[in-house]
């Protein structure tokens, strides 16, 4: 199997060529079924029926399991149909640009303009056919295409589908040594320091993290009444060991902590601004502060909170914020608003690079080692830091870009340090992950995957698209390094 190449070929027949387990990361948008022809001989999308349709499609990705690492991941974007009720028609009429031609037909089963849930029949058949289906997520289109339709609401969103193939655990990694092994560790029975650590138990020192059915004078079963269940958290905050019996620590306030952590499959987290809008907001209030000389006014300020405005005036605190916003906030979510953008080439499908970054960011290791198979993984430690201001009016400067609390972070804010890569110990080079496209066209993933250094290997029917995807990526690459 030859990395860093587009093959040219059926998706099913190059796929019987390549080895098992030997990829470690799937990216990819099949054609959708009965919207284009693109003038190739078995080609997909094409099939009378969407039941074959589909079952040809799984068909392919059965192939896409075996050869996927134990460990992988795969990304599918596909949308649906809507059934016209007719049959389908002379393709000469709707013939388009570089022989590509849209069709229009229908299945007598579903009623004229249904929704044939294409994405949906999809994800099922996958599941059984042994996929493990970890997450749906919203492809939102913000500049999406002006839709005819005027009886209905404009579709502006697509369907990501991620699959993974292990439900068992594949390694371990420790958080203190940055070990990463094949085998399972000792964890608590191991060595103190090295497989974990004695750590205050968090169901009653200084936490919230408790069962408040756990106590009958804050909580009804019957009526559900919660009236007094914040006099509860007030009591748990200032309690003693004691006070109630704590099932987990058995009244001794310490619980073992585990360094090791099991991964049934790779992945890397992805982080997001806190806020959606707040990044922005913070960079044009640093601007604003700095060009009006850092003057800010705050409306009913506290002592303590006056203490800290030689800070926030010299905008240090705001250039903090947004270091953290950039490099840390929250988990990304599962709806991702991403614009689409067109390609000068004749393929008329292409993906916006965003999206197969974050997949492969996600998705894919960076290395992995050569010798034992393991992938460096990316260890983060969480510290819980308080906000330096409380929610409140803040005004920077006077006039109307004056504007209130935009940037306030909340009360617990959650620091990621980022620790290290851990290691195997082999002593051998790692070599990065490789990311298939199976449904290659344009060539996107294949050149995103080299923009992250993960190798690629490109699966495309049409030789014309073939060489428009290497000279893609041969001019960008070229550009860019």
């Not at 073992?256 to 806020?275: A, T, V």
């Not at 620790?419 to 294949?446: K, L, Q, R, S, W």
Request: charged share 30%.
């Amino acid at each position: 199997m030859e990395i860093n190449k587009i093959y040219c070929g059926s998706a099913f027949e190059v796929l019987k060529s390549f080895p098992d387990e030997s990829i470690s990361c799937c990216v990819t948008s099949p054609p959708y079924w009965n919207l284009r022809d693109y003038q190739m001989k078995n080609q997909l999308g094409l099939e009378k029926n969407f039941q074959e349709y589909l079952d040809k499609l799984c068909t392919i990705f059965d192939e896409v399991k075996r050869v996927l690492r134990k460990d992988g991941n795969c990304f599918v974007n596909i949308g649906t149909t809507f059934n016209s009720g007719v049959g389908r028609q002379d393709k000469s009429k709707y013939g388009g640009k570089s022989g590509i031609h849209c069709l229009r037909g229908g299945v007598s089963s579903l009623p004229t303009k249904c929704d044939c849930m294409i994405p949906e029949r999809f994800a099922l058949a996958m599941v059984e056919r042994g996929w493990i289906k970890r997450r749906t997520i919203i492809w939102y289109k913000p500049n999406c295409m002006p839709s005819s339709v005027s009886d209905d609401f404009t579709l502006d969103f697509e369907y990501i589908y991620r699959f993974v193939k292990s439900n068992d655990t594949q390694y371990w990694t420790n958080k203190k040594t940055l070990q990463c092994v094949n085998k399972k560790p000792p964890g608590i029975h191991g060595i103190e320091g090295q497989d974990w650590e004695w750590i205050d138990c968090p169901n009653c020192k200084g936490t919230t993290k408790y069962n408040i059915k756990d106590r009958p004078e804050i909580y009804s079963e019957d009526t559900g009444d919660r009236s007094r269940v914040q006099d509860g958290l007030d009591h748990r905050l200032n309690r003693n060991a004691g006070d109630e019996p704590c099932k987990r620590c058995k009244e001794t306030g310490k619980i073992k902590y585990n360094f090791w952590s099991g991964h049934d499959y790779w992945f890397e987290q992805q982080f997001e601004p806190l806020r959606e809008g707040s990044l922005e907001r913070c960079k044009k209030d640093l601007e604003l502060r700095k060009k009006r000389g850092g003057l800010l006014q705050r409306k009913d300020s506290t002592v303590q909170q006056m203490k800290a405005e030689s800070h926030i005036n010299s905008g240090k605190y705001l250039e903090s914020i947004i270091e953290k916003m950039e490099n840390n906030g929250r988990n990304m979510r599962s709806v991702w608003k991403i614009a689409t953008k067109g390609y000068s080439g004749a393929h008329f499908a292409t993906f916006p690079e965003e999206l197969p970054l974050r997949c492969i960011k996600a998705g894919c290791p960076k290395e992995i080692c050569s010798k034992c198979g393991l992938p460096r993984v990316k260890i983060i430690k969480n510290k819980f830091v308080g906000s330096s201001l409380k929610r409140g009016s803040i005004e920077v400067g006077k006039g109307e870009e004056s504007r209130g609390g935009v940037y306030n972070l909340p009360d617990r804010f959650v620091d990621k340090e980022f620790v290290d890569y851990t290691n195997c110990n082999c002593g051998e080079e790692f070599h990065p992950g490789i990311v298939m496209d199976i449904f290659c066209g344009a060539g996107t993933t294949c050149l995103v995957a080299k923009k992250l250094n993960r190798s690629y290997i490109g699966i495309e029917l049409n030789p014309e698209y073939v060489k428009m995807a290497e000279e893609r990526i041969k001019k960008e690459l070229g550009e860019l390094f």
